[in-house]
């Protein structure tokens, strides 16, 4: 049990760690680095609302606009609290 936990720990921090990193890469409009760290974010935790709520932003500074409403999507169905996700 303890080491479960750890691992969940572990993926936590790491998951943190890309979305840091997913943002910096878009606030310096690196929008192709970005979308690949979301990515690996998303494919570490497909449940987390935040992660594809930020790759829509990604998508959609890239006027990839079909893409971007998916994952809007997708960030509303996993967590339909999310007020951010409703802006897109």
Do not use: W
């Amino acid at each position: 049990m303890a080491k479960h936990k750890q691992r969940v720990k572990q993926v936590r921090m790491q998951i943190s760690a890309l979305r840091r990193e997913a943002r910096d890469h878009y606030n310096a409009q690196r929008f192709q680095q970005a979308l690949h760290f979301y990515a690996k974010a998303i494919f570490l935790d497909p449940q987390d609302a935040t992660n594809h709520k930020g790759q829509a932003d990604t998508f959609y500074a890239l006027e990839r606009y079909d893409e971007a409403c998916l994952s809007y999507e997708q960030s509303i169905l996993l967590d339909e609290s999310y007020a951010l996700a409703h802006e897109g």
